[in-house]
C-alpha cells in the first residue's frame, strides 16, 4: 500500500465527510457567504440554525479542509477568492438567499445575552426600577458597588429607580455582570454578520451588505414623490399621477371660469364676490370724486 493510500485510510471520517460536502454544496445552491465565529456563541449559533435549517445550510469548517476541498470544485464562479477569506474561526453558509436579505435577517435576528467580565457594552445597559424579588443579603454590596439606588420592601430588595450602570464603550466588570446576571438583564447584543459572500459570480464584501433600511425606505418614499410631482407637472398621465392630474385641471378650470365671469354653481360664490369688491371699489372712487349714491 502506498503512503498517499495509507494517509487516505487513516484520515477521520469526520473530515472525509465534511471534504466531501464542501465539494458537494457549492454547486447545490446560488449563494456561498462566510461568517467569522470570534465574536459569535455556541447558544446563538444553535438558536440561528435551528430556525434557518431549511434556508440555509450552515457549515463549521477546518479552513485547510475547506480550501482543499473548494480546489476541486469546478464552475462555481469566485470560489477561489472565498478560499482567500478562511482565516481564524468561521462559518460557511449556502442558500439560495440573496446575500444582502441573507445579512438582514441575522441583524433583525440577534439575541440578547447575560454579559461576562470583560465584554464591552455596545449600549446603555439599565437597572430597570422594581422590585428584584431577591431577598437581603451580602448581594445588597453589588448594588451599592453599582450605584444602584435600592430599598427594602416586603422582604425583598427594590430598585428605587432606572439607573445607567454602563455606557457605549465601558468594560463590564466580573462583579457587574454578576449582578446584571441575577436580574436577568441580558445586555449583550451578539449575531452572526455575512463578513463575505459570492453570488453569480460576484464578490460582496462586509461593507457592501449593509443596508439601513429605514434610510432606503425614506430614500424610496422622497424619490416617488418627486417623480409623481414632476410626472404631474408635466401633464405625464400614469395610474399614479390620473387623480392628481383630474384635480389640478379642476382647479385650473374653476379658475379659468371664475376669472372670465362664467358663473357655475362652483364659480358662483367666487364672480359674486369678486363683482362685489369691484363694485365697492368703483362706488369707493366715486365718492372719493364727489359722488354720492341716490
Known amino acids: 500500500m502506498t503512503a498517499p493510500q495509507q494517509a487516505r485510510k487513516h484520515y477521520p471520517k469526520k473530515k472525509r465527510l465534511m471534504y466531501q460536502e464542501l465539494q458537494e454544496l457549492p454547486t447545490k445552491y446560488n449563494v456561498i457567504a462566510l461568517s467569522k465565529m470570534t465574536k459569535v456563541r455556541a447558544t446563538q449559533l444553535m438558536a440561528i440554525r435551528k430556525k434557518f435549517r431549511n434556508d440555509v445550510k450552515i457549515r463549521i469548517i477546518k479552513n485547510k479542509v475547506a480550501i482543499r476541498a473548494f480546489e476541486k470544485v469546478k464552475g462555481v464562479a469566485g470560489i477561489e477568492n472565498l478560499s482567500k477569506q478562511l482565516e ?18 441575522f441583524a433583525q435576528n440577534k439575541v440578547f445575552l447575560p454579559a461576562k467580565g470583560g465584554d464591552i457594552a455596545t449600549k446603555e445597559v439599565v437597572v430597570p426600577a422594581g422590585n428584584t424579588g431577591i431577598a437581603p443579603g451580602p448581594v445588597l454590596s453589588e448594588f451599592k458597588v453599582a450605584n444602584v439606588p435600592t430599598k427594602i420592601d ?25 449582578l446584571l446576571s441575577k436580574l436577568n438583564v441580558k445586555p449583550i447584543e451578539a449575531g452572526i454578520a455575512v463578513n463575505f459572500a459570492i453570488a453569480e459570480g460576484l464578490m460582496f464584501k462586509e461593507q457592501d451588505l449593509r443596508i439601513d433600511l429605514e434610510e432606503y ?14 410626472a404631474t407637472e408635466a401633464g ?9 392630474l383630474l384635480v389640478k385641471a379642476q382647479q385650473q378650470a374653476r379658475s379659468l371660469a371664475a376669472e372670465a365671469g362664467y358663473v357655475t354653481p362652483e364659480t358662483a360664490d367666487f364672480v359674486l364676490q369678486r363683482a362685489q369688491a ?13 359722488y354720492t349714491a341716490q
Open 236 to 244: 405625464y398621465m400614469t395610474p399614479e399621477t390620473i387623480k392628481p
Open 88 to 105: 481564524g474561526q468561521c462559518a460557511l453558509m449556502f442558500t439560495n438567499i440573496s446575500p444582502f436579505k441573507l445579512n438582514l435577517i
Open 217 to 230: 425606505k425614506t430614500e424610496l418614499v422622497r424619490s416617488f414623490q418627486q417623480a409623481l410631482a414632476l
Open 154 to 178: 416586603q422582604g425583598t430588595i427594590w430598585v428605587s429607580k432606572d439607573t445607567v450602570v454602563a455606557k457605549p464603550g465601558d468594560v463590564i466588570s466580573m462583579q457587574l455582570a454578576s
Open 278 to 290: 369691484k363694485a365697492q371699489a368703483v362706488a369707493n372712487k366715486a365718492k372719493e370724486k364727489g
